[in-house]
């Protein structure tokens, strides 16, 4: 008989949560979908992670703690920084599902891990602020609402594919060309 491995079960879900949620969000996803793709039963699932919605906001915070890992705000290189987020984007592109599902279930409602979450925005914000302060970044919008547009341009089209195409173009000339209006437009907003 195989040794247990709770460790390897536990990243087999939680893998397996991430593609769940990713596809059919909080609502449409099912444990027992979960835990057949992860080869594990519910009841583990439930020992291990809680509820439904606390795997979800477990799987989001981690996706989230990944990006801010590999992709940290840099105020003195903005433009490679977003360079940066696009590329993370464009391979791991779950994490923006996942948000954007978070976004329909909840709405303007406060999140179950709101208090981390500001605190994980906040580091962000506080590393525009200290290249406004600097003088590298403009100061002409504040550094959260920065963030928040920044943030904005870099992830959009991977959040709605469908617009990039008809509006952009499907070509990787395309892509490339809206690249470069997004830095473009970054470069504007964040000159001094």
Not at 35 to 52: D, E, V
Not at 149 to 167: G, Y
Request: glycine share 6%; with cysteine; hydrophobic share 45%.
């Amino acid at each position: 008989m195989a040794a247990r491995d709770p460790e390897a079960t536990k990243a087999r879900i939680f893998q397996a949560a991430i593609d769940e949620f990713a596809r059919h969000g909080i609502a449409g996803a099912r444990i027992d979908r979960i835990a057949s793709t992860a080869r594990a039963n519910k009841q583990l699932i439930y020992a291990y992670f809680g509820n439904k919605a606390e795997l979800f906001t477990q799987v989001l915070d981690k996706c989230m703690i990944d990006l801010a890992v590999s992709v940290p705000v840099d105020p003195d290189d903005i433009e490679g920084w977003l360079d940066r987020l696009m590329d993370y984007h464009a391979a791991h592109p779950e994490l923006l599902r996942l948000l954007f599902w978070e976004g329909l279930a909840y709405g303007s409602t406060e999140l179950p891990d709101e208090d981390e979450r500001q605190a994980h925005y906040a580091r962000k914000v506080a590393a525009l602020q200290d290249g406004q302060d600097r003088g590298v970044v403009s100061a002409a919008i504040p550094a959260r609402d920065l963030l928040f547009l920044l943030i904005a341009m870099a992830n959009w089209a991977t959040v709605v594919p469908q617009m990039k195409r008809i509006l952009v173009g499907a070509d990787d000339t395309d892509g490339d060309r809206l690249r470069a209006s997004i830095k473009e437009a970054a470069r504007r907003i964040t000159a001094r």
